[in-house]
């Protein structure tokens, strides 16, 4: 019988989404074959502090199940590239470009992929211009505010007037120094994974999110009890196609690797479709709509995480 793979799962850190972390580590941990691998948790505090020194002979593989700054926009994955550790998901670049929504969408805008109306501004250009106004002129009301590099709905802020603009755009500046500003639309959101390598990516079918307010904050994803999505959607064929393979482009627009969740706006009037952003490590938890949609085109949860981590070794030629 061979040896087990050591598997160390990787989870907390500093970011604001520590605890969702750990969630998504714990389903990880929890699913993960055991005939075939032996996991363990690293588990990284709010601080950034090590439970131990990972290298080489403690691990085969890392699986960093972190979401956000530190664990998600390339940090860790560079640490793990400098140990010479196989880890699951996107690289430095893709991790980097996916986690700051103005690259990301200038990654987009330059391979044609449909984005909605925004603009960008750094906090310097905020507090030294006497018109803030004149930085979200050319968007209408409803807008959507947020920090250029945050996950999980956190920072986010939805203003219909210039006093609601001012505290959105201050408290997006107490998460990042750039805050991105969205032109509203009404439409659904949809959802769709991606999962493989470079060249030869699969999507999943196409999930909707359940949105019972204006939009799904951080408490509807992680604190409620209501159900949040639809797998699969009730939607037109060609939607469905058209967004699956629009998830495949933004996937190959960042040069994503293992995994990613595509999130879309879609406005059934216009029949028009955005990509509204990339998420290289989506959340892991038992109501994980990565996981879900997944499960629904055929790849039950302990499968697509085996999948996952023979991803890993596959690109470090393990």
Not at 43 to 62: F, N, S
Not at 68 to 95: K, N
Not at 198 to 218: C, F, K, M, R
């Amino acid at each position: 019988m061979n040896e087990r793979l050591r598997v160390a799962v990787l989870a907390g850190g500093p970011s604001p989404e520590h605890e969702v972390s750990l969630q998504s580590a714990q389903a990880v941990l929890d699913a993960m074959p055991k005939q075939r691998f032996d996991p363990f948790p690293v588990v990284i505090d709010r601080q950034g502090r090590w439970p131990l020194e990972l290298r080489k002979g403690v691990a085969d593989v890392v699986f960093p199940v972190m979401h956000g700054p530190f664990g998600e926009d390339g940090v860790i994955q560079g640490h793990l590239e400098t140990l010479g550790l196989p880890y699951v998901g996107c690289g430095v670049l893709a991790s980097a470009v996916a986690m700051d929504k103005t690259a990301m969408r200038r990654a987009f805008l330059a391979e044609g992929i449909p984005v909605t109306p925004h603009v960008w501004f750094s906090e310097h250009e905020w507090r030294s211009t006497t018109d803030r106004w004149g930085l979200v002129k050319s968007l209408d009301w409803p807008m959507y505010v947020k920090p250029a590099n945050m996950g999980s709905s956190i920072g986010i802020s939805r203003v219909t007037s210039v006093e609601e603009l001012r505290e959105a755009v201050e408290l997006a500046f107490t998460y990042d120094r750039v805050a991105i500003v969205e032109q509203g639309v009404t439409a659904r959101e949809l959802i769709c994974g991606v999962l493989g390598d470079h060249d030869t990516p699969e999507a999943s079918v196409t999930g909707e999110l359940n949105v019972h307010g204006e939009w799904l904050d951080y408490e509807a994803k992680y604190l409620s009890h209501a159900e949040i999505a639809t797998i699969p959607a009730t939607l037109p064929a060609w939607v469905s196609e058209e967004v699956r393979e629009l998830s495949l482009r933004a996937y190959r627009a960042i040069g994503g690797y293992g995994l990613s969740r595509v999130d879309f706006l879609y406005e059934e009037d216009t029949g028009r479709l955005y990509v509204l952003e990339i998420n290289t490590m989506p959340g892991f938890t038992p109501r994980s709509v990565y996981a879900r949609a997944w499960g629904a085109s055929g790849v039950p949860y302990p499968d697509l995480l085996t999948r996952l981590i023979d991803l890993a070794l596959a690109r470090s030629g393990s």
